[in-house]
């Protein structure tokens, strides 16, 4: 299991600076942000098209006090894996790479390019921050946008179901595939730890839920509050896969127990997305949330 | 030693020193990759070998491994560089002085593997340095030269170069390699920090965020600069290999027999040994031909060109490619600035024989042409009615 994370083990160096172009009460940026001080300034910073494109300003500025290659939609793992190549012959095991992609250059457009390096299982971390749409061109169904979300381009909710990722990984049989959630930054800090400190080579995988003021509709204060909700009632689970084995993590170890979890229209009711459900759409989902446990519970026995 | 254009390619590499390659196979270009893994596998190269799952994964990687101070090098063709074709111009527009090998091949559909050069020519304002060879040989020398033109200083852009499929990809021919030593002077390790993109966390920068309106067309133009340079760089380059190999190169055009010529054949590629042939065997009857052979393309050698075909009654441009709507695309280029009459022929589309009998035939045509004052835009050549 992941050694608690606490405050204190969050230095206050930053290397993410305030004064970036991210929304207010964007989830994608604080997770940067913490991300970047639990793994230090060796640490190089991939990223594809997405919002934290935008977030870095214009040139000739950056808030990013790493060095960071703004790579093509598709190609973040591919870039990661050719970093890691050059770094690995030059001798540099001590600089880290991190490959930081939004749902769409992860679930889909990078889908290929992410299963490539998951199989070659190259030595780096790679985190998609999911804000459930493509939020950069301002929120376009992915492949990660959860069943009946309203989008701009599924105006009357999607109608297919979110893809997991962390699934997929799984089935490339690497060293570490998590789940998290940038309204509980210590247990993210404390996989990106794990995943950083594993004397074991190969591809490190944490899938972060973002929550999105602006494409999900909720309000900038709300961030942390909606994120609390979405793991809360059991709609998003925190995990870690780690030799072979599920373990829940965070509040979700308390939330097998349907009784536990708060009630789910709790956290659709907070978001414009989710605003024209029916009740018999909300039911739906409160299914496909219990059927998501339950195939949890089972995944868990087996392993 | 006897190689086939792909392996001489191959050799060049490891000569050259690469230390990341990044590649996924296609037909005609995979021996160039199958024996570079064979050479990092055996230890005979200290490299890195990415296996990617793409050709758009495989310049990626590239592009990556040389913003951390690593000489990279791919090998494509045809569907699999058009693939790659976005990060093509990334790698031309970001300045990462990756090299490429595209074994030319016809696009589909229909399905073909047979030689065509529209691969190579749909990726010329790319940003990259395109050069083609005419053999085995040259594969081997262009090979070690990209690299030092690549990651010249005046320059820092990527080079690709075109070898024809199965003429030269596949055909073994005698190929002189270089001493260790005579290369390591002539191509010394990439000092990273004279790179444009260094990914250094001691001196952290961000490559690629937001440009606006305001910066954009200056930094373009300072791409457009490094390419004024660029045809001083490669001559060097070739001047520099010439001492270290002791034999002749081409710079950016060859000339064959033009001083005196009425018609001048301009080609690229393989089968400009044919078409020198062909000048060969028109002078015994009597006609004075000559040959151009670009062996560069990016930069366009304007004047190289047009000094060499000052004296011709007739331009000749052959073209094993084409642009719909346009017309064969170094024709289309060249009548941009040839003040001469020019008779543009598209011919060899698909790997269709070229022989130096049409070389002969395409040479008296436009002579023909020039002298009846016909206007015609282009021949296709050996077409079946």
């Known amino acids: 299991m992941t050694a608690m994370f606490s405050i204190k083990d969050l230095v206050e160096e930053e290397y993410t600076l305030p004064g970036n172009a991210s929304c207010p009460g964007c989830a994608a940026a604080l997770s940067l942000r913490i991300a970047l001080k639990v793994l230090g300034p060796k640490t190089i910073l991939v990223v594809p098209a997405s919002c934290i494109s935008v977030i870095q300003g214009y040139y000739p500025k950056t808030p990013c006090r790493v060095p960071v290659l703004n790579v093509a939609f598709a190609s973040t793992a591919a870039a990661g894996s050719g970093m890691v190549a050059a770094l690995d012959l030059k001798g540099k095991s001590d600089v880290k790479v991190l490959c930081w992609a939004g749902d769409g250059g992860t679930a889909d457009i990078g889908l290929q390019a992410l299963s490539g390096a998951a199989e070659r299982n190259e030595n780096m971390i790679y985190v998609c921050y999911d804000n459930e749409a493509y939020m950069n061109t301002g929120t376009q169904r992915s492949g990660s946008t959860p069943r009946a979300a309203a989008t701009t381009t599924t105006v009357t909710g999607k109608p297919e179901r979110k893809k997991s990722v962390p699934e997929i990984m799984v089935a490339h049989r690497m060293p570490y595939v998590a789940t998290a959630c940038a309204a509980f930054p210590l247990d993210f800090a404390g996989k990106l730890r794990r995943a950083a400190s594993m004397p074991l080579r190969g591809l490190k995988y944490i899938h972060l839920l973002s929550p999105c003021p602006p494409g999900w509709r909720f309000p900038a204060e709300k961030t942390i509050e909606v994120g609390r909700l979405a793991v809360m009632t059991g709609f998003w689970i925190l995990y870690e896969w780690v030799d072979g084995r599920y373990n829940l993590t965070g509040p979700s170890k308390g939330l097998l127990d349907k009784s536990k979890r708060r009630p789910l229209r709790d956290y659709l009711s907070i978001q414009g997305r989710f605003g024209h459900l029916t009740e018999k759409d909300i039911e739906s989902l409160e299914e496909e949330v219990e059927e998501q446990w339950k195939d949890f519970a089972r995944k868990m026995s087996m392993t | ?113 047979w030689n065509e050069h529209t691969d190579i020519l749909s990726q010329r304002d790319a940003g990259w340095v395109i050069m083609m060879c005419e053999n085995a040989q040259e594969a081997y020398d262009t090979a070690i030269q990209a690299f030092r033109i690549a990651e010249d200083e005046r320059l820092l852009q990527p080079v690709m170069y075109g070898l024809d499929a199965f003429t ?69 380059a070739v001047k520099e290999y010439e001492r270290i190999s002791g034999r002749r190169q081409a710079g950016l055009i060859e000339e064959y027999k033009c001083r005196d010529a009425e018609v001048v054949i301009v080609t690229m590629g393989a089968s400009s040994g044919d078409a020198k042939d062909a000048v060969d065997a028109l002078r015994e009857r009597g006609v004075r031909a000559g040959l151009v052979r670009l062996r560069v393309i990016r930069p366009l050698p304007r004047e190289e060109i047009l000094e060499a075909v000052k004296g011709a009654k007739v331009v000749a441009t052959v073209d094993r490619d084409y642009s719909f709507g346009y017309g064969g695309i170094l024709g289309g280029e060249l009548a941009g600035f040839v003040k001469n009459t020019m008779c543009r022929f598209v011919a060899g589309l698909g790997g269709r024989d070229l022989t130096p009998e049409d070389f002969q035939g395409i040479a008296l045509k436009a002579l023909d042409v020039a002298e009846k004052g016909e206007e015609r835009e282009e021949f296709w050549w050996g077409l079946k009615r």
Not at chain 2, 76 to 97: C, D, H, I, K, N
Request: one cysteine or more; charged letters at 25%; glycine letters at 8%.
């Open chain 2, 1 to 113: 030693m006897l190689l086939t254009g792909n392996h001489a390619v191959a050799y060049g590499v490891r000569d050259a020193a690469a230390e990341v390659i990044a590649a996924y196979p296609i037909t005609p270009q995979t021996q160039i990759v199958e024996k570079l893994a064979e050479f990092v596998e055996k230890g005979q190269m200290r490299a890195r070998y990415v296996r990617v799952e793409s050709e758009h994964s495989a310049m990626a990687a590239c592009i990556a491994a040389e913003a951390c101070g690593a000489r990279s090098f791919t090998a494509t063709s045809s569907q699999g560089l058009l693939y790659m074709s976005e990060v093509v111009f990334w790698a031309g527009l970001g300045r990462f002085p990756v090299t490429m090998a595209v074994v030319t091949r016809t696009l589909a559909p229909p399905w073909s593997i």
């Open chain 2, 168 to 236: 030269i990809s596949h055909t073994a021919e005698e190929v002189d390699l270089l001493e260790k030593g005579d290369v390591e002077g002539y191509l010394p390790p990439l000092d990273p920090k004279k790179l444009r993109v260094y990914m250094d966390p001691e001196s952290p920068g961000t490559f690629g965020n937001l440009v606006g309106p305001d910066m954009m067309m200056e930094m373009r133009h300072s791409i457009k600069e490094a390419f004024e340079r660029a045809r001083e760089v490669i001559k060097g």
